[in-house]
């Protein structure tokens, strides 16, 4: 039921957009208004998150491990899997983001007769992750022939080389295939995955089915559906929007609508939701920590602040008081000055 | 707030990039909105309406291509009473015959890079090559 939620969600704002763009002037609500505002919830909400999370005290060193600590010269240390310098949690949290290593390391577990149970190396998580994430990279820079006046040369040779196959006009890329795909194996492996089944919830399907709509959409588009699709027009409204001076001159294909709502849609709902991973990833205590417990102590931000008090520095607060109720004391009181002279 | 160090930097650096296509635009000159040279020649009619050349001109090309190519449909399409060959520089360039002021303004502007020119030959490239033959 999960799932057919998000489908149903999806189609729901499908029509939405479709309907709504039909409407007289809704166009400017569509293109200009609402980016506008998903835009603005996107980096507001994104910089509150991180903030929070920047205000979380850590109380423990938690850094996960898989390797040998550094210790003694004779010990080999494991600098990518217990980092103990900041170059090397760097060098982790890079490899950590360019190769999603951590994915690479998921294993299955199974229960034979027997009773046995076995491990295996599962690298499906890690395939598709890899091919989702790096087709909508790949997609969201080739976007920006749209929005950048003059489009700089480098996204001429993206478009190339995603395109090389050369199959139709407009070619057709492989990260179009690959964004497609990815939504559908990552979303399928939530179906058929029996325990992921049982943890996933309506945000772990809801990305994935808009995202997939969002590419379809966007695929329909460039190859199908293109009456009034006239993407010279569609750049000046994208440059308008990021000059702040944007127009929508003639009109636009309400399939273009849909593509634009359903962004909007991804980006205000990003920064409340699971897709904050990409942020997360940096922030995560677990992978950018050093593992250097044994030779820096670790404070916990909530402890209180307790000031070392030596039995000296307590002598000298209360010895008046100590004579005064006859215990023992190091160091006499000194001798009172006009006491003295009275005595003479 | 911990770590302010990093954190701060990194928010900064993601806000710039994501806000990145303003910074670009501001400190470059626009171009001017692309403006396709109507045929010199003064035709009027094309093998079809504007709007849909607009469109869909790629798709149109991509399916003469295949035709012509590789089903060996070289047949010729009659549009309105005037005859066309199948083919951009025996149809398409014989009105639109300059491709630096046809083709490229729109795609330009666009990044559009066809790969129609790694074979074809503009009416100007193709002049001088029969020149030097
Ligand atoms: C998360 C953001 C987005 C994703 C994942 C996405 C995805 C896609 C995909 C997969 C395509 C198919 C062709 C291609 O890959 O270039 C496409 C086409 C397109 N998208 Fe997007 N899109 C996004 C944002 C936007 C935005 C903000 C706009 C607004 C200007 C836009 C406008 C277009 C247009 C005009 C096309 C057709 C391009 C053509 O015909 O060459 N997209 N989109």
Redesign the pocket.
């Known amino acids: 039921m999960k799932y057919a939620f998000s489908f149903l969600a999806v189609i729901a704002l499908i029509l939405i957009a479709w309907l709504g763009s039909q409407i007289p002037g809704m166009p400017y609500l569509f293109g200009i208004a609402l ?1 506008y505002l998903a835009m603005m919830i996107f980096l507001g909400g994104f910089v509150y998150r991180v903030v929070q999370w920047g205000k979380s005290p850590v109380p423990f060193s938690i850094q996960t491990t898989c390797g040998q600590g550094k210790s003694l010269d004779f010990i080999k240390h494991d600098r990518l899997e217990a980092p103990d310098t900041t170059a090397e949690v760097v060098a982790r949290m890079f490899l950590e983001i360019v190769t999603f290593r951590s994915l690479f390391r998921n294993t299955k577990s199974e229960l034979h007769d027997g009773p046995k149970i076995t491990y295996e190396s599962s690298k499906w998580l890690w395939l598709f992750a890899i091919i989702f994430h790096y087709s ?1 990279l790949m ?2 820079i ?2 920006m022939r ?2 950048l006046d003059p489009a700089p040369f480098w996204i001429a040779w993206l478009e190339f080389g995603d395109g090389l196959f050369q199959v139709g006009a ?1 070619t057709w ?1 492989m ?2 295939i690959g ?1 497609l795909a990815g939504c559908v194996l990552l979303f399928s492996r939530r179906l058929i995955t029996r325990h992921v089944r049982f943890i996933s919830l309506v945000n772990d399907y809801f990305p994935l089915v808009l ?1 997939f709509a ?2 379809a959409t ?2 329909l ?2 190859y199908f559906l293109r009456t009034e ?1 006239d ?1 010279v027009n ?1 750049k000046q ?2 440059v308008g929007l990021v000059t702040f001076s944007p127009v929508i001159g003639t009109e636009i294909g309400a399939i ?1 609508y849909i ?2 709502f359903l ?1 909007c849609v ?1 980006l205000a709902y990003f920064p409340f939701s699971k897709l904050m991973h990409f942020a997360g990833v940096f922030m995560s205590p677990t992978r950018n920590m050093k593992n250097n417990t044994r030779a820096a102590r670790h404070m916990n931000p909530w402890n209180p602040k307790i000031i070392p008090h030596s039995y000296g520095g307590y002598e000298d607060e209360f010895r008046e008081f100590m004579v005064e109720s006859g215990i023992p004391v190091e160091k006499e009181l000194p001798p009172k000055k006009d006491e003295e002279k009275d005595e003479e | 707030m911990y770590n302010k160090r990093f954190i701060i930097p990194g928010l900064v650096i993601f806000v710039l990039f994501v806000t990145f296509p303003l910074w670009f635009n501001a400190f470059s000159t626009a171009s001017p909105v692309p403006k396709p040279e109507l045929p010199p020649g003064g035709e009027k009619e094309c093998v079809a309406p504007a709007s849909e050349m607009r469109d869909r001109h790629m798709v149109l090309l991509n399916e003469w291509r295949d035709g012509v190519l590789r089903d060996g449909e070289r047949d010729v399409i009659t549009v309105g009473g005037k005859q066309y060959r199948k083919g951009l520089q025996m149809a398409c360039m014989q009105c639109h015959t300059s491709k630096e002021k046809f083709c490229d303004t729109c795609h330009d502007y666009t990044s559009v890079n066809p790969f129609c020119w790694d074979c074809h030959l503009t009416p100007e490239e193709a002049a001088l090559k029969k020149e030097t033959h």
């Open positions: 980016p909508f997609v969201v080739r976007h749209l929005f407009p890329y990260t179009d964004l995202i969002i590419a966007g695929i588009m460039r699709i993407i569609i409204l994208a273009f593509h634009l962004v991804l």
